[in-house]
């Protein structure tokens, strides 16, 4: 027979959510980074993450996803950084309304510029515009452009959205170049895909061009 305190141990048990052992803010240069998802949006064929969650030594492979306390106590009391970065091997954006808070926190506490690294689908996602969210609390939005046109992009990035996927992600960038104090369009460098056919799309859209290296694992 099960005793009543052998019973709560067992119920303890059951409802103790796996240990955190990834990384949930980590430095490179003079930035932090904020990893809260592994969730994505896309598929890139090009994404390490599909091998390894490590970057920069860093296990980025989130055992549950951390709530705003557990990503302000894993920032801290930050020195020596420029700026915070939500990037993790994920879409940061798949968690606007923790994104929005961490963020209002970070406004309120530091002066620092905080940047979203995103694939750009967060409309398509939710379905109406979110850019209006994230105004007086993001400075900065790269945004993953990967293709000059909807066939490359979506062989690439396998979204989810077919050919409305790659015309989102264009829309996104207009919609965050008017309310968003910098925005750059980002491309990584498959073999095979034109950057500067992407450089021409990016400033075509109005914003900042930057080629991110493709690296074989
Ligand atoms: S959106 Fe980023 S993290 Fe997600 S699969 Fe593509 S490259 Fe990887």
Do not use: W
């Amino acid at each position: 027979m099960i005793n009543k305190g052998t019973l709560m141990h067992e119920q303890r048990k059951q409802t103790i959510p796996p240990l955190q052992t990834a990384t949930l803010v980590y430095k490179i240069g003079n930035s932090l980074y904020i990893n809260i998802t592994n969730r994505c949006t896309n598929v890139c064929i090009f994404c390490p993450k599909f091998k390894e969650y490590r970057l920069y030594g860093n296990d980025l492979l989130l055992k549950t996803e951390p709530s705003f306390e557990d990503v302000m106590a894993a920032i801290g009391e930050p020195v020596a950084i420029d700026e915070i970065v939500f990037c993790g091997f994920g879409e940061s954006l798949l968690r606007l309304d923790l994104l929005v808070r961490i963020a209002k926190e970070l406004k309120l506490r530091y002066t620092y510029r905080i940047r979203i690294n995103t694939d750009g689908q967060a409309n398509l996602v939710y379905g109406r515009n979110i850019i209006p969210d994230l105004v007086g609390l993001i400075d900065c939005i790269s945004v993953s452009l990967n293709a000059p046109d909807p066939s490359t992009y979506s062989r690439l990035c396998n979204t989810p959205f077919g050919a409305a996927g790659f015309k989102g992600v264009c829309d996104f960038i207009l919609a965050a170049k008017n309310q968003i104090p910098e925005v750059i369009a980002t491309a990584v460098s498959v073999p095979g895909v034109d950057m500067e056919e992407c450089r021409l799309l990016a400033e075509s859209l109005g914003v900042a061009f930057r080629i991110r290296e493709y690296s074989v694992q």
